[in-house]
């Protein structure tokens, strides 16, 4: 916990100060001392953590929240999120905050952190930089589809940048990773990062591993079994290798925390992840989640660590993979499921014992009985709040769940307001149905 208190006060520290800088710089008029033909630059030690901070926190904040409402891990009853439970409340406008901070605080920050660290020779920096953005690329594109990619960050080139089809971002994702993967396995004498890798602290053979687990993700949505059993194999050993970060403290709280803190009855537990629980006989999973959402909660606390992809989630990759390649259940997989189950009872704060107990009360089937829609279950628990549960219940319909209202669950989030207005690019807002739009994965 200190250390990774240190991280975070370091780093923000540092990107305190370099803000101030300038800020300080901007007000008396210029740095009379510089050299006005070559103009300073935050260091790439500034650059990362900063994109890092902004990318986990709106994974773990709208990207949770409107994900997991869809997929009734949670329920809006309040204010705005009841009518965005109601999906009334999900017109442009409610997206114009997450579509700026995922092309302004991390896309277009890590153009220019790219570009730091390859005139700089740094890669280590270079490689992680890639995985994020491949990582920050399909986080969107999977609740966007078409995105504008190619032609964005130019500036006033293109002030009205194309959309990119959805294969095509995925082509870049893909070479993005593979480029991460070969900058971090070929790299000899670059200075690597630490502390200001606010994730893995520059362990590169984590990094790597983030690499193979994101494309396993992506192999995964795409229907490329065999890919994303072979690529989640080659990712995460154990839940020590988890792509996260830990908040420090209720002074910098972690999204969910703060979220229920600030705005306590507005979101809650949902009753049909409750009556999945009762039927399963989980209680003890259910004691932990099932709590009034305020700042007591006992999972989602301040120093939640707020998992980008995890080894539960490969393990259950390897356990849908399997059984989709076989036909049924396999040993291989049944394991791997198991797997996936034991990390989600570590991760909701309960024993090696308790785990035990779930597993030998006779719940989970056998290998020979096992289904598809046994796993997606376990699934869906083990990744309470997590983002990509959407993503799972688009591709499968499991579990079976009922629209709040109107007769189909979104499949797809809407265009931000402003993109509508300002970019003419972009497909007119009459022209996207979030009810039936499906992204090209989900086709």
């Known amino acids: 916990?200190?250390?990774?208190?240190?991280?975070?006060?370091?780093?923000?520290?540092?990107?305190?100060?370099?803000?101030?800088?300038?800020?300080?710089?901007k007000f008396i008029g210029g740095d009379l001392n510089s050299d006005p033909n070559k103009p300073k630059v935050l260091p790439i030690s500034a650059q990362m953590p900063a994109i890092q901070l902004s990318l986990v926190d709106v994974y773990g904040g709208q990207f949770s929240r409107f994900n997991c409402m869809l997929t009734q891990h949670v329920e809006g009853v309040a204010r705005q999120c009841s009518s965005n439970n109601q999906y009334s409340g999900l017109k442009p406008f409610v997206f114009n905050s997450v579509w700026e901070i995922i092309y302004e605080k991390v896309l277009n920050e890590l153009q220019i952190a790219k570009s730091t660290a390859f005139s700089s020779g740094l890669n280590h920096y270079l490689g992680i930089l890639k995985i994020m953005e491949a990582y920050t690329l399909m986080i969107s594109t999977d609740v966007w589809d078409d995105m504008p990619y190619k032609e964005a960050f130019q500036g006033i080139d293109f002030l009205n940048p194309k959309y990119d089809s959805q294969v095509e971002i995925y082509g870049n994702i893909y070479k993005f990773l593979e480029d991460g993967i070969t900058l971090?396995?070929?790299?000899?004498?670059?200075?690597?990062?630490?502390?200001?890798?606010?994730?893995?602290?520059?362990?590169?053979?984590?990094?790597?591993?983030?690499?193979?687990?994101?494309?396993?993700?992506?192999?995964?949505?795409?229907?490329?079994?065999?890919?994303?059993?072979?690529?989640?194999?080659?990712?995460?050993?154990?839940?020590?290798?988890?792509?996260?970060?830990?908040?420090?403290?209720?002074?910098?709280?972690?999204?969910?925390?703060?979220?229920?803190?600030?705005?306590t009855g507005?979101?809650?537990?949902?009753?049909?992840?409750?009556?999945?629980?009762?039927?399963?006989?989980?209680?003890?999973?259910?004691?932990?989640?099932?709590?009034?959402?305020?700042?007591?909660?006992?999972?989602?606390?301040?120093?939640?660590?707020?998992?980008?992809?995890?080894?539960?989630?490969?393990?259950?990759?390897?356990?849908?993979?399997?059984?989709?390649?076989?036909?049924?259940?396999?040993?291989?997989?049944?394991?791997?499921?198991?797997?996936?189950?034991?990390?989600?009872?570590?991760?909701?704060?309960?024993?090696?014992?308790?785990?035990?107990?779930?597993?030998?009360?006779?719940?989970?089937?056998?290998?020979?009985?096992?289904?598809?829609?046994?796993?997606?279950?376990?699934?869906?628990?083990?990744?309470?709040?997590?983002?990509?549960?959407?993503?799972?219940?688009?591709?499968?319909?499991?579990?079976?769940?009922?629209?709040?209202?109107?007769?189909?669950?979104?499949?797809?989030?809407?265009?931000?307001?402003?993109?509508?207005?300002?970019?003419?690019s972009a497909p007119s807002a009459s022209s996207v149905d979030i009810y039936l739009d499906k992204v090209d994965w989900n086709q």
Request: hydrophobic letters at 40%; charged letters at 20%; proline letters at 3%.
């Open 266 to 424: 507005d979101i809650e537990f949902h009753p049909v992840m409750r009556t999945i629980m009762k039927e399963l006989d989980d209680t003890l999973r259910m004691e932990m989640l099932d709590v009034t959402f305020n700042e007591d909660h006992p999972y989602l606390v301040a120093n939640f660590n707020e998992d980008l992809i995890s080894y539960r989630e490969t393990q259950f990759i390897i356990a849908e993979a399997n059984f989709r390649l076989n036909a049924g259940g396999t040993s291989v997989g049944y394991d791997a499921m198991l797997n996936g189950i034991r990390a989600s009872f570590f991760k909701f704060g309960l024993s090696e014992v308790e785990y035990l107990s779930f597993i030998n009360s006779g719940i989970i089937p056998s290998v020979d009985n096992l289904t598809l829609e046994d796993i997606m279950i376990q699934k869906h628990i083990a990744m309470f709040l997590q983002p990509e549960s959407y993503s799972d219940y688009r591709r499968t319909g499991l579990p079976t769940l009922l629209p709040v209202s109107g007769s189909n669950i979104p499949v797809r989030w809407n265009y931000s307001a402003n993109e509508y207005q300002f970019n003419s």
């Open 184 to 263: 971090l396995e070929g790299v000899t004498g670059s200075i690597a990062p630490g502390i200001d890798d606010i994730f893995n602290e520059g362990d590169i053979s984590k990094w790597i591993k983030a690499a193979h687990a994101i494309k396993a993700r992506g192999y995964l949505h795409q229907k490329n079994y065999q890919g994303a059993m072979n690529e989640a194999l080659a990712s995460f050993e154990s839940a020590d290798d988890n792509l996260n970060y830990q908040y420090p403290n209720a002074n910098s709280g972690a999204n969910w925390y703060r979220f229920n803190r600030d705005r």
């Open 1 to 25: 916990m200190f250390k990774k208190n240190y991280i975070l006060s370091k780093s923000i520290l540092i990107f305190v100060i370099a803000i101030c800088f300038v800020s300080c710089e």
